[in-house]
């Protein structure tokens, strides 16, 4: 960039220099007015092809002559440098780079997608439908032709590098998706995330189900094989089909209006200390409360008329948009993921 600063700073001096020479010429030398002198040496250098202001005689015509040299020498200059400019391969790079940049940087409680092959961009599609803020990460220009396509903020980087992530915005971020097809890969983005970010709610993907004790030891907060994942859920829509599709319809977009959602009880809430019967939560909001996770190691409990709810006790419940959203205005506070919202 400072090349093209120095160049173009060349360009305009001789520019300005030739322009006043020109000037200086006809209005000195052939006794025009500084108007016409100005509006000559102009024509002149842009070869415009107009006629002379003034009739020029033998050494006004070789001058004129020297200036159009001059002229056309240096705007090729200019337009070369340019050009140079415009089509070198980095600068579209660096000037779309600028762009992502400055999307990320409007970004807060997003999720960061690491790795662009097919269960990241499943990953990515899903978190679209939910209509959650993310940016997918990938060093591999192909693998992120298709999220470029899709319209999704793409940064094409190593994510197991710090400056990456922090480009991503992983100190802003709600969350991170660890997507890539290789364990060793996986282990070194949750290290580095997770020294970033203390709060960042992580989940990886691992390939090999006996490196899901290292990645949690990492700092990952859920470790997910997607080997694993599939053929249970082949196994259940063949010994339980409708329950599987009930919980795909009410945890996916599926385009009906009934949702599984996950809600906190903060010190604030007016829930606190309130036993079921209590919180009323079904006349007053509509939602089903399904299950309550307490503790640390979020113990799942089947809540009944006599539960007391405490601080920092994660329920699931079911219900529609509408409802949800009552159940917010309850709570004070959004329903969705306890560790911050992707959307």
Not at 32 to 41: E, G, I, P, Q, R
Not at 155 to 182: I, K, M, N, Y
Not at 240 to 249: A, G
């Amino acid at each position: 960039m400072r090349s093209l600063r120095q160049r173009l700073f060349i360009f305009f001096a001789i520019l300005s220099l030739v322009l006043g020479a020109g000037t200086v010429w006809y209005w000195l030398v052939e006794g025009w007015s500084a108007l016409d002198a100005f509006y000559m040496t102009v024509i002149t250098l842009t070869t415009v092809g107009f006629q002379e202001v003034e009739p020029l005689g033998a050494r006004g015509r070789l001058f004129t002559t020297l200036l159009i040299l001059l002229g056309v020498g240096t705007v090729a200059y200019g337009l070369s440098t340019v050009g140079e400019y415009l089509l070198t391969a980095g600068v579209i790079e660096r000037l779309q780079k600028r762009g992502v940049m400055r999307e990320i940087k409007k970004m807060s409680n997003h999720a960061i997608v690491c790795g662009a092959g097919r269960v990241g961009m499943t990953a990515g599609v899903t978190m679209e439908e939910m209509g959650s803020s993310f940016v997918i990460i990938d060093e591999d220009p192909e693998d992120l032709a298709e999220a470029r396509e899709n319209g999704w903020v793409v940064l094409e980087g190593d994510a197991t590098r710090d400056e990456v992530l922090q480009e991503a915005g992983v100190d802003r971020a709600a969350g991170l998706l660890v997507c890539t097809g290789s364990d060793a890969t996986n282990l070194f983005i949750v290290l580095s995330a997770r020294a970033l970010n203390p709060d960042i709610f992580i989940v990886a993907r691992s390939v090999d189900a006996a490196n899901d004790a290292k990645m949690r030891r990492a700092g990952a907060n859920k470790v997910i094989s997607p080997y694993q994942i599939g053929g249970r859920h082949m196994a259940n829509l063949a010994l339980r089909p409708h329950v599987t599709e009930f919980l795909d319809v009410v945890t996916l977009d599926s385009g009906l209006e009934l949702w599984l959602e996950e809600v906190i009880i903060r010190e604030d809430s007016e829930m606190a200390g309130k036993t079921v019967v209590e919180a009323d939560l079904r006349r007053r909001t509509g939602v089903t409360l399904i299950a309550l996770l307490r503790g640390s190691d979020h113990t799942m409990l089947t809540p009944d008329e006599n539960t007391r709810f405490e601080v920092g006790d994660e329920l699931i419940v079911l219900g529609t948009r509408s409802q949800l959203s009552r159940l917010e205005e309850l709570i004070g506070g959004p329903v969705g993921h306890p560790h911050g919202s992707w959307r």
